[in-house]
C-alpha cells in the first residue's frame, strides 16, 4: 500500500505514521526526518536544507524531489511505504506521479489529516522530540506526556524542541502550508484519492478512522 500523508504541520503525520507503522509494517518516508539526519552527519545536503528549515519555508523541490526519488530505489519497500510530508507542492506531486509512472505503480491513498491553523499552533509549541534518531517518538507537555519528563518512554532516549517550533517559524510554516501545500488537496480530490480524516481528538481515534478509510 503506497500512502500519502497530507495535513498542515503539527497535524500529527509523524505520531499516525509511527503508530501505522507498527501495525501494519510499512515503512514511514518523513522528507523532514531525512533532512535533520541528514543535519545531524553534517552533509552538504543537510546544512543547505536547514538554511530554509530554521526559516519555515521550503527546502527547494529539486533537492527534495532527489532524495524521495533515492529513497524509494531502496529494497524495504515491497509491502507500500507512507511518504509523511511529501510532495508539499505541485510539481513535487507531478515529480512523485512520474517516478511512479516509471515503475507502473502509483499512489493507492492520499490521507488529509485535517486540524485548524490554532490547534496546530498549541500542538507544535508543546511538542518534544526523541533524540534518538531509529525511535524519532513524538509526545506534547500537555496532551500527549512521556511518562517521565523529558525521557523517551519507548527507548530512554532524551527528548528535545525541534529548532523550527518557535512561535514566529510555526506561523511562517502556516502560512506555507496554506499557499503552497494545500492546493493538494484538489490535486488528489480530483483523481479520487483524497480520503479526509478530522485530526482533532483523542490520538486513538484519529489512528481508528485512519485505518477505516485505508481498509
Ligand atoms: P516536517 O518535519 O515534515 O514538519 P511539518 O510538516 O511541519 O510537520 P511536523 O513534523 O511539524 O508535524 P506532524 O504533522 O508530523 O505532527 P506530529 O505527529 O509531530 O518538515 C520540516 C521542514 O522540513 C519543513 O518546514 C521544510 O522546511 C522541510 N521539508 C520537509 N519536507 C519537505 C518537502 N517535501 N518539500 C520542501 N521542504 C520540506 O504532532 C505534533 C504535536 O502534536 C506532537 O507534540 C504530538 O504529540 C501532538 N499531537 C499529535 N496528535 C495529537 C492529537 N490528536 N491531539 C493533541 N496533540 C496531538
Ligand atoms: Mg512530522
Ligand atoms: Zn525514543
Known sequence: ???VLLGGPGSGKGTQAKMLTEKIGVPQISTGDIFRAALKEGTPMGLKAKTYMDKGELVPDDVVIGVVEER???PDLDKGYMLDGF?????QAE???NILNARQTSIDHAVLVDVPDEELVARLSGRRTCRNSDCGAMYHVMFNPPKKEGICDKCGGELYQRDDDSEATIRERLTVYNNQTAP???YYETKGLLRRVKGVGPINEIFAAIEKVLA
Open 1 to 3: 500500500m503506497r500512502i
Open 72 to 74: 524509494l530505489s531502496k
Open 87 to 91: 510532495p508539499r507542492t505541485l510539481p
Open 95 to 97: 515529480a512523485l506521479d
Open 184 to 186: 493538494l488537496i484538489d
